[in-house]
């Protein structure tokens, strides 16, 4: 599977973006497809999942105001980011996996694939 994150950018405190994530190679709905985030400095840390089936889980600085969905049709995932914070400034990363089990699917390890990342900058 290779992935190809997008949309990053420079917002205000506030404002919205929305990421995708285009995957090509294998079969796309078959896999777990979260996004990541490291910060400078930072461990990268679990944003949002969605799972084969399309059941979602968020980390709870997100909770509320980050959205992620999947189109299996355009082997795509996408992260709506609302209400953006400077905290939420990092690289962003897309990433897939399979056979992950539910409890472990926060874990970076877990996941086979990666993106290349896209830089989000929000200012105060």
């Known amino acids: 599977v290779q992935l190809q994150a997008s949309g990053g950018g420079l917002v205000q405190t506030g404002g919205s973006l929305r990421l995708s994530c285009a995957a090509s190679?294998?079969?796309?709905?078959?896999?777990?497809m979260a996004w990541f985030r490291q910060a400078p400095g930072k461990e990268r840390e679990f944003v949002a999942v969605s799972s084969w089936n399309g059941r979602t889980y968020y980390a709870d600085s997100v909770k509320g105001r980050f959205t992620i969905s999947r189109d299996n049709a355009k082997n795509t995932l996408f992260l709506q980011m609302n209400s953006l914070e400077p905290g939420d400034t990092a690289v962003y990363y897309c990433?897939?996996?399979?056979?992950?089990?539910?409890?472990?699917?926060?874990?970076?390890?877990?996941?086979?694939?990666w993106g290349q990342g896209t830089q989000v900058t929000v200012s105060s």
């Open positions: 990433s897939a996996g399979s056979g992950i089990i539910w409890s472990e699917m926060v874990r970076p390890n877990r996941y086979n694939y």
């Open positions: 190679g294998r079969t796309f709905s078959s896999y777990f």
